[in-house]
């Protein structure tokens, strides 16, 4: 590995370089935002050339992912502490939600992962896969016997998706006025919880509780 630049510190080892080059990317987007960092702003940082960087990473939306993937560690942890308790595959992925909703626009590095704000800079194709194995993961730690509710792991795949394109659609476009945490408890449990319990009665409550509200605020008309 070529030990040129690097401000006089060359890293030992490809993963020690990699790690660099994210944190120096990471700096960036703090700085700039992520539409206006650039491959050559992340070399600039380290003091290498941009054909250094390419060596490690071939796009900087690849880089941009792993900044996302790395912040988003910490989020998780805290998100699984704040479900401890919760054993219902469908109580613990609204309540999940919820908290993810509240608690994502404070984590910008995350915020990358689902594409938001400054997201021009790299392509959809580029982090949807991405975002998708990374909500997959959030829900293996979920305090949930998937399997035992039915779940598989293609199951998983695809509930991760859907959480991961909702949450897209409710942090880009919040409604307006803001909602409190019960309506959008009430909207999530009645047409996203269903889908992860066994088929019986319909909740009316619940199905009162979003249409009276919507008719009321036009929320799911303007969304």
Not at 36 to 65: N, P, W
Not at 67 to 84: C, I, M, N
Not at 151 to 169: H, K, Q, Y
Not at 216 to 221: K, M, P, S, T
Request: proline residues 6%; glycine residues 8%; aromatic residues 4%.
């Amino acid at each position: 590995m070529a030990h040129h630049g690097w401000g006089g510190r060359p890293p030992a080892t490809d993963a020690e370089a990699r790690q660099r080059i994210v944190d120096a990317t990471a700096r960036c987007i703090d700085r700039h935002g992520v539409a206006k960092t650039t491959l050559s702003d992340v070399a600039s940082e380290l003091g290498v050339t941009r054909q250094t960087v390419y060596r490690h990473f071939a796009r900087i939306s690849d880089i941009v992912g792993e900044v996302a993937a790395q912040g988003a560690e910490s989020f998780v942890d805290r998100l699984v502490a704040h479900l401890q308790g919760v054993a219902d595959p469908a109580e613990a992925v609204v309540e999940g939600m919820l908290f993810c909703v509240r608690a994502i626009p404070d984590e910008p590095h995350l915020s990358l992962l689902l594409q938001l704000k400054d997201s021009s800079a790299f392509g959809r194709g580029a982090t949807a896969a991405d975002a998708v194995a990374y909500g997959a993961r959030m829900l293996r730690r979920f305090p949930v016997d998937w399997e035992a509710a039915g779940v598989g792991e293609d199951d998983l795949i695809g509930l991760a998706e859907v959480i991961m394109r909702l949450l897209t659609s409710l942090l880009q476009h919040p409604s307006e006025p803001p909602q409190g945490d019960e309506r959008l408890r009430a909207l999530l449990e009645r047409w996203l919880a269903p889908a992860l319990r066994p088929p019986g009665p319909r909740d009316h409550s619940a199905a009162r509780a979003v249409n009276g509200s919507t008719s009321r605020d036009g929320w799911a008309a303007s969304r």
